[in-house]
């Protein structure tokens, strides 16, 4: 590739005629885009035999399904934050793409999905893999609620400018995956172009609040009595850590944080609240119902961590002040009605905020302090004996511990959908921001098994574990082949109850204690069924250990962090201890539960 074919010079730079292909394989080495996960097909083998000349600077993973290729792409973005690409083919094999899509855009991680489309020559023909009932070759519009922005260059020299404005677009603002739909003709047609020069816009425009709303949040700060901090993923994505951490510490503010903004302050700091909702910690809803001051900041108070918006539960506005300090000008009173919208950067919000809290009088927080030191007791009394039981099947809470006791500060766990995700929630201290990838917003299924492969591809040299339930792995079980296949040395713990046990627990809550089509069974006697998990993982040529015993798990992690090789421990967990509930969760037209341990607290 990028041989000359003798042009002329254009505003001092020398033209070449280049194959769409090269194009866009040039762009990619450019970017620094180490690698592409992608699947082939017919539509984009033309874009393959490109990737080969640059196999060097850019690598081509395989995984066995387009969603895995997805979920692994934003992994590495969540791990790193460098965006990398995926590469799918003509309709059906995009199409396995979109949930992975969805995941990454609700979670807001960067990726560019490149899509091959049916040639320009052939739009509207109904060719093969087209879909054309309304628009010509019409992906975009299959793709387009779950990215930014979806790209559709029709001729080799739109794709220089539509590539830049991909991957600033996917990267700039508040992040998330962007689509470049392309022909597959422009793979092999070739225009006389220059590629842009690249612009990688992550954490680059960090605006910031006015000055007289940051002297307002600090007046509504010295007027405060129990002021808490709400943070989120928009402070992970600003890597606003040591920031957050400097001023909950200088002044005493206690944190809550949703999922995705754990680690920013170190969970084990008596600060740090941990998670609010349903499945919250008990201190963090008891100052969410308490507080006078919420700042919030990059987070979106979604149901989950709002109980439902039930006044009372989680979170009792408008009783409490609220400062919503978010990128995205759409989130900021999307669910509650702030007393002050700020669009600002976390990070550089945050450095205001401490700039001008130091020229002011803040009063210390000791009376708060002592309320939340006493919730936190009760809390403590309540949960901590059952870290301590041994039994088998094991109970969830010794999963947690052990995991907590084995792996090192900066490894990293990626969580799926389902009830281990509500334990992790609930009682994982993270200690580092970008250390638990959840799939919060869209919470989709599969998103956990495959992501820690890009998680271990973006950091090789610390331990990425996948903590997964049975049936979620079930759905993305091919990620085996992949680490074998190209090496990757991921551990994933499936946390085996024998059930889509998340689901069973809210059927048997609701619905009389009947089970229904949420658990694996056998045959006509109902025999709890499920693969040896351990043995379909030794067929892959991935270890498998089984464990059912509770004093066996501890040891088996540290082996498979170890090993250096992919491991899978398949762990017999009791489906019959549920978390406890410390706010509620409302399910139109099921009627909310009230929380197990904790009440709603109405001012
Ligand atoms: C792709 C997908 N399908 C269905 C759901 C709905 N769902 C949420 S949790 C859950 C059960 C998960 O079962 P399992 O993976 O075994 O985890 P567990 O709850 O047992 O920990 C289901 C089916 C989903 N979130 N994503
Ligand atoms: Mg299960």
Redesign the pocket.
């Known amino acids: 590739m990028n041989k000359p074919a003798e042009k002329g010079l254009v505003g001092g730079v020398k033209r070449m005629t280049k194959k769409g292909g090269e194009l866009i394989a040039e762009f990619l080495v450019k970017e620094k885009i180490p690698y592409v996960f992608g699947i082939c097909g017919h539509g984009n083998v033309g874009l393959l035999d490109p990737l080969y000349e640059v196999r060097d600077q850019v690598k081509l993973i395989s995984p066995r399904h387009e969603q895995t290729a997805g979920h692994m792409a934003d992994g590495y973005f969540r791990v790193k934050h460098k965006p990398v690409a995926t590469l799918t083919s003509t309709g059906p094999g995009s199409a396995n793409l979109i949930?992975a899509l969805a995941v990454a855009q609700t979670d807001s991680s960067a990726l560019l999905a490149i899509t091959a489309n049916v040639p320009t020559s052939q739009f509207n023909r109904g060719a093969f893999q087209e879909l054309n009932r309304h628009n010509q070759a019409d992906f975009p519009n299959v793709i387009r609620p779950v990215v930014k922005r979806s790209f559709q260059p029709t001729r080799v020299d739109m794709l220089p400018l539509a590539l830049r404005q991909a991957i600033t677009t996917a990267t700039s603002g508040r992040p998330g995956p962007v689509n470049l739909d392309v022909p597959y003709n422009l793979f092999q047609e070739e225009a006389e172009v220059e590629l842009e020069q690249p612009w990688d816009g992550f954490d680059k425009r960090r605006s910031g609040a006015s000055p007289e709303d940051v002297q307002k949040v600090v007046e509504l700060l010295a007027q405060s009595r129990r002021p808490v901090l709400f943070i989120g993923h928009g402070a992970t994505l600003s890597e606003a850590g040591k920031d957050l951490t400097e001023l909950a510490r200088k002044y005493g503010i206690p944190v809550i944080s949703s999922p995705n903004g754990m680690g920013c302050l170190d969970m084990r700091d008596p600060l740090s609240l941990g998670f609010i909702g349903r499945n919250g910690a008990y201190p963090a809803n008891q100052a969410g119902r308490h507080t006078d001051l919420v700042i919030t900041i990059g987070a979106r108070f979604d149901d989950r961590s709002a109980s439902s918006w039930m006044p009372g539960y989680s979170w009792n506005f408008p009783a409490a002040k609220l400062v919503h300090v978010d990128v995205d000008h759409s989130e900021i009173g999307r669910n509650y009605a702030p007393d002050l919208g700020i669009l600002a950067d976390a990070r550089t919000f945050l450095r205001q905020l401490l700039a001008e809290a130091s020229a002011r009088r803040i009063p210390s927080f000791d009376q708060w302090h002592g309320e939340i030191a006493a919730w936190r007791a009760e809390w403590e009394k309540y949960i901590r004996p059952n870290f301590e039981i041994h039994a088998s099947p094991i109970r969830p809470e010794r999963i947690v511990a052990d995991c907590r006791a084995v792996l090192p500060d900066d490894a990293i766990i990626s969580l799926?959908?389902?009830?281990?995700?509500n334990w992790f929630m609930q009682f994982w201290e993270a200690r580092r921001p970008q250390t638990m990838l959840n799939t919060w917003g869209y919470?989709?299924?599969?998103f956990g098994p495959s992501s820690i492969l890009g998680a271990k591809l973006a950091a090789p040299d610390r331990p990425c574990v996948s903590i997964?339930?049975?049936?979620?792995?079930t759905?993305v079980s091919h990620v085996l082949c992949t680490a074998v296949e190209y090496d990757i040395p991921a551990v994933w713990v499936v946390?085996n109850?024998f059930?889509?046990?998340?689901?069973r627990d809210l059927q048997y809550a609701y619905f009389g204690g009947r089970e229904h089509g949420t658990a694996f069974y056998q045959g006509a006697e109902r025999k709890p069924y499920n693969p040896d998990f351990a043995a379909w993982a030794r067929a892959a040529g991935v270890e498998g250990l089984t464990v059912t015993k509770s004093q066996d798990f501890k040891g088996a992690l540290e082996h498979a962090v170890k090993l250096g090789k992919p491991c899978l421990l398949d762990v017999h967990v009791d489906a019959n201890i549920r978390p406890p509930g410390t706010g509620a969760w409302a399910l139109p037209p099921i009627p909310h539960m009230e929380p197990i341990f904790g009440k709603k607290h109405v001012r």
């Open positions: 949930m799926d959908s389902g009830i281990h995700h919470s989709g299924m599969g997964c339930g049975d049936g979620g792995f759905m946390w109850n059930a889509w046990a998340a689901i």
